[in-house]
């Protein structure tokens, strides 16, 4: 009966390590998408900022506010790429680049496609994070 009892408990060891593994993955998961949706979501109401400070040809404000978006993203990247192919992340600092050169030239039909662009990009990080029966297979 010594043999069944250590047994039993090796086994509820790794029942009990097994379900607490579990369940920090699953917690690492639902921060990940909180994380991610806050983030984009932030980063979608500044961008939106720009374009009405463009629209409105307050090229000063759409550069200051540039400025805060791109220094957040630059903290933001670092973190999502744990999360993320690199190609996504990139596609969305290519747009910054482009979205920096409008600006600094004033040109606005460009800077204001290249912000929808940017909104597209950063709306499909957050859709790619969400828990969904379809982004699981």
Same mark, same amino acid.
């Given at each position: 009966t010594k043999q069944f009892r250590k047994k039993g408990a090796d086994i509820m060891k790794t029942v009990i390590f097994s379900a607490a593994t579990f369940i920090l993955i %699953? /917690? /690492?998961i639902l921060f990940s998408c909180y994380y991610t949706a806050k983030k984009s979501d932030s980063l979608k109401d500044? %961008? /939106?900022q720009i374009a009405d400070a463009i629209e409105k040809d307050d090229w000063a404000e759409g550069g200051r506010i540039f400025a805060k978006v @791109?220094?957040?993203w630059e903290k933001t990247q @670092? $973190?999502?790429a744990m999360l993320f192919h690199h190609d996504e992340l990139e596609d969305v600092g290519i747009s910054f680049a482009y979205l920096e050169s409008?600006?600094?030239s004033r040109e @606005?039909?460009?800077a204001l496609s290249e912000l929808s662009v940017l909104e597209f990009e950063i709306s499909h990080i957050k859709e790619t994070n969400? /828990? $969904?029966l379809e982004n699981l297979f």
């Amino acid at each position: 009966t010594k043999q069944f009892r250590k047994k039993g408990a090796d086994i509820m060891k790794t029942v009990i390590f097994s379900a607490a593994t579990f369940i920090l993955i %699953v /917690l /690492l998961i639902l921060f990940s998408c909180y994380y991610t949706a806050k983030k984009s979501d932030s980063l979608k109401d500044m %961008v /939106l900022q720009i374009a009405d400070a463009i629209e409105k040809d307050d090229w000063a404000e759409g550069g200051r506010i540039f400025a805060k978006v @791109k220094e957040d993203w630059e903290k933001t990247q @670092k $973190r999502l790429a744990m999360l993320f192919h690199h190609d996504e992340l990139e596609d969305v600092g290519i747009s910054f680049a482009y979205l920096e050169s409008y600006i600094s030239s004033r040109e @606005k039909t460009n800077a204001l496609s290249e912000l929808s662009v940017l909104e597209f990009e950063i709306s499909h990080i957050k859709e790619t994070n969400n /828990l $969904r029966l379809e982004n699981l297979f």
